[in-house]
């Protein structure tokens, strides 16, 4: 649980513009993993936006980090599906262009079990086991 504290405690600048703009565009419409040590890309966008967006800080250090973040986003804002493999549920967040920094929150959601088993054996990497 150390990493979730960081999201919410972390003062590290993050870059700058030409660096933001290329993650965003990196992160679009992925599925990315979340691993705080060593970290992803996913660890590393999940930071970045829980700065942007507290209440997003907030969830995540209350309930854990996710094992996968999903992002996309348009001109009306940007969209988040946090993926919990162990509990097999994923939470959906959506934020507001003009609206400033506020979330807006639904779920949790059933992860189905195709979904389940493409995560699982993303995250476990080739030569690994089923847990």
């Not at 590290?12 to 890309?41: C, H, N, Y």
């Not at 936006?49 to 996968?68: C, H, M, N």
């Not at 992002?71 to 804002?77: A, L, S, V």
Request: net charge positive; hydrophobic share 40%.
């Amino acid at each position: 649980m150390a990493g979730t504290a960081l999201l919410m405690a972390s003062c590290a600048p993050a870059g700058d513009a030409w660096m933001m703009s290329s993650m965003t565009a990196a992160a679009k419409d992925q599925i990315m993993l979340v691993r705080e040590a060593p970290p992803s890309f996913g660890y590393q966008r999940l930071v970045t936006q829980s700065r942007l967006y507290p209440e997003l800080g907030a969830f995540v250090t209350k309930r854990g980090l996710p094992d996968f973040l999903a992002e996309t986003g348009d001109q009306e804002g940007y969209y988040f599906i946090l993926y919990y493999l162990k509990d097999r549920k994923a939470f959906a967040c959506r934020t507001r262009s003009g609206k400033g920094q506020a979330v807006e929150f639904a779920g949790p959601y059933p992860i189905t079990t195709r979904e389940f088993h493409l995560l699982d054996g993303f995250r476990r990497g080739p030569n690994r086991r089923p847990v």
